[in-house]
């Protein structure tokens, strides 16, 4: 059986903090050819000299518009079957991209192929859980984008038909597109594996931008909602669809799984690094 490959594109500016985390969970996975593309905006920290370490990754260093614009110049420049974006302070976990691939070898139908991820502090320790359920358009328009961009891939056909980040959102980009792919009747699958960890520290754009965040929701809902609903009413929907999502999750077992993660809070995930964190990601696995 041959898997699809993958492109990670990875937008990055004064990332170096993190930045080798990232490189080296793509690098190594096992199981599946993958390309890694760092989309650097003329970094003036030691992002550059990190990226020259790693000879395997193909990167430019250049000025941007922004996190959305890095993201499209590298799916531009991807060739795997598969693409999809990792976040210069985020990283895989072992198996991950094996999980991702073989999904989408089973599923020739889907467009989307998106998995669970973990929220972790600033040194890869568990802060809460972040266990998903199948795809359902009207909990991802009403309760809020729950599908975690750093375990998302799209077929590459996606971007050769024209479809990338609106470059006019900073904060919400992930939630539009997937608003948009989902309107446009693009079909989305889910893994229910843990694929990668979302670094959660206070320069997290979303952290930052709480208003902006708020405004670039909002409008999204108003382009792409089945119906036209005033903010009261919006909050009332966010609301039941958080029991509708509830629902789901018992339905299909993932209420389970998100209660033993929660017992691994505080455990280490930094497979790279020793032992400790290659039991922990064993463990997330087999959830």
Known sequence: ???????????????????????????RQQGVVAEHIVMDGASTDDTVAILQRHPSVQWLSERDRGQSDAINKGFLRATGDLVGWLNADDYYLPGGLEAIARAAHEHPEADVIYGDCVFVDRDGRVL?????????????????????????????????????????????????????????????????????????????????NVQRRAEERLLVQRRFATTSASSAMLDLLAYAHRGKRLLRKAATGNLGRELRLRRMIGHDTQWLEGPNGRQTCQRLACL
């Open 1 to 27: 059986m041959t898997l699809p490959s993958l492109s990670i594109v990875t937008p990055s500016y004064n990332s170096a903090e993190f930045l080798e985390d990232a490189l080296r969970s793509v690098a």
């Open 128 to 208: 809460r859980s972040k266990v998903e359920h199948s795809f359902d358009r009207s909990i991802l328009m009403y309760f809020g984008c729950h599908i975690p961009s750093t375990s998302t891939f799209f077929r590459r056909r996606l971007v050769q038909a024209g479809q990338l980040l609106d470059c006019s959102y900073r904060v919400c980009m992930d939630f539009e597109y997937f608003a948009r792919l989902a309107d446009a009747g693009f079909r989305f699958h889910y893994v229910p594996r843990v694929i990668a960890a979302f670094r959660w520290h206070g320069s997290n754009v979303s952290t930052l």
